[in-house]
């Protein structure tokens, strides 16, 4: 393949005081990773051998990689004949910049990683910077960065767009040993608030009311009459 038509990479400012600023990476990566985790309690019940595991949400998607900076490999670093234009302490500078507090938004900027058809809307989590060479007054000239970005998803785009994950469909389900119905709506539904739309399916008045091996049914959260979030 021709280098010139190879896409590079960028990282673009989303908001704040740098809002659209643009930073083009000036090697693509030679890979990247995700990692994603989950997040479960443990909950002793007396009688058992062994902890019940309950779910209680999903954590962000994480994405790793590298990035090399180079003057003396760059087009746009020091050459014979015209002065050095992006080196790689201004770079740096740049992608360093991403981690600090934006006096308008009060906390680090939102960025979008795209290169080709990918894009991942985050904000930089972790950087680390390993100088490797210089220039005779000290300046960096040869950089490896590692950094890691964390997806990052507004509260109205969770709100419009829930997991998949979320229950949709009644269900039924025993209780076993000294579980609770606040307990009971963690692990399903990953809320505890939500112990109040079992006990009205249940007829429950009393949500101790309730004792091991009883069944209560759990209704999908989009029903018509299902609970409300308020954001306050």
Do not use: C
């Amino acid at each position: 393949m021709n280098p010139k038509q190879l896409k590079k990479a960028t990282i673009t400012v989303l908001e704040g005081a740098k809002a659209n600023t643009v930073i083009t990476v000036l090697f693509n990566p030679t890979e990247y990773s995700f990692e994603r985790t989950n997040a479960f309690k443990s909950t002793p019940v007396p009688g058992l051998t062994s902890p019940l595991v309950h779910f209680v949400n999903g954590e962000s998607d994480t994405l790793s990689m590298e990035l090399f900076l180079d003057d003396y490999t760059d087009p746009n670093g020091p050459q014979p004949d015209r002065p050095q234009s992006e080196p790689v302490l201004t770079k740096l500078r740049e992608i360093g910049d991403l981690l600090n507090i934006d006096r308008r938004l009060h906390a680090p900027p939102s960025v979008r990683f795209n290169w080709g058809p990918f894009e991942f809307v985050a904000v930089l989590e972790k950087l680390g910077r390993k100088v490797t060479l210089f220039h005779p007054d000290g300046t960096p000239a040869r950089a490896t960065l590692s950094v890691t970005f964390r997806e990052y998803r507004t509260l109205k785009e969770q709100l419009e767009r829930p997991r998949r994950e979320s229950a949709d469909k009644s269900k039924r389900r025993q209780i076993i040993g000294r579980e609770t119905l606040p307990l009971l709506a963690s692990r399903e539904y990953g809320d505890v608030a939500y112990w109040r739309l079992i006990a009205e399916k249940n007829d429950l008045d009393d949500p101790r009311a309730i004792a091991s091996g009883d069944w209560l049914v759990l209704p999908p959260l989009d029903e018509p009459d299902g609970p409300r979030i308020v954001v306050r």
